[in-house]
């Protein structure tokens, strides 16, 4: 079974339209996360849920809206898609909070036309 | 921006001990120094992490000097697979402060 599984893998969007990516952990743990990686390769941290709050919201348009239904599971919904929201989106969970072996899924390769 | 500063990168033959370094040299004292590798295409996989000792699992060895302003994984005996950009991150064990991912070490594994 996949600890951290993300759907779709890819999505392929016009501007403007809504999309959700959907991210779910089977590890149990407490924490989840949510990166950016953009063409140039950089790993940016977005959000940080804790058993369904959220820790961290960086500095990230509006348009984005993290959801976290239970600790299992934290999705991402995009408003009013731009080209420069294409990028490969990871999700990731930890135990307690710490950084100690964070598991990633696989990523959604987001691409806004 | 990333308290880490890596090379960004390096061949290693392979069969060969990959040893990737990494400067830390603002490190605070309760910061741990962790290693994070990406595989093309996939997502980030944990390799190690230590605080002050030298630590060993079943992927790699993590050398960390007596000041702790530099470490540097071990890959003992590189393989194909182990081609990959490697992250060196420092933060505390437990906490809500961001993770920041540096620019990485891209490892050739060379035939």
């Known amino acids: 079974d996949t600890a951290v599984s993300q759907t779709p893998k890819y999505l392929v969007t016009q501007m403007g339209n809504d999309k959700s990516i959907k991210c779910e952990q089977n590890l149990g743990h407490d924490t989840m996360y949510w990166y950016k990686q953009d063409s140039k390769k950089f790993l940016k941290i977005m959000f940080s849920?804790?058993?369904?709050?959220?820790?961290i919201n960086e500095t990230v348009p509006n348009r984005f809206s993290p959801k976290s239904p239970d600790k299992a599971h934290l999705n991402l919904h995009i408003n009013s898609l731009e080209l420069g929201d294409s990028a490969v989106y990871f999700c990731?969970?930890?135990?307690?909070?710490?950084?100690?072996?964070?598991?990633f899924g696989q990523g959604t390769r987001l691409t806004v036309v | 921006d990333a308290k880490t500063t890596q090379p960004p990168s390096m061949d290693c033959a392979e069969g060969r001990a990959a040893n990737l370094p990494c400067n830390h040299s603002?490190?605070?004292?309760?910061?741990?120094v962790y290693w994070y590798r990406q595989i093309h295409s996939q997502g980030p996989q944990y390799i190690i992490h230590g605080l002050k000792n030298n630590e060993t699992n079943e992927m790699a060895s993590l050398i960390i000097t007596e000041d702790r302003k530099s470490s540097t994984l071990i890959l003992p005996h590189a393989t194909l697979r182990d081609t990959a950009v490697y992250y060196c991150i420092v933060r505390v064990a437990h906490g809500d402060d961001k993770i920041i991912f540096g620019k990485g070490t891209r490892l050739h594994i060379l035939p």
């Open positions: 603002t490190i605070s004292g309760n910061e741990y």
């Open positions: 849920y804790n058993n369904k709050e959220l820790i």
């Open positions: 990731a969970s930890t135990e307690g909070g710490g950084f100690t072996e964070a598991f």
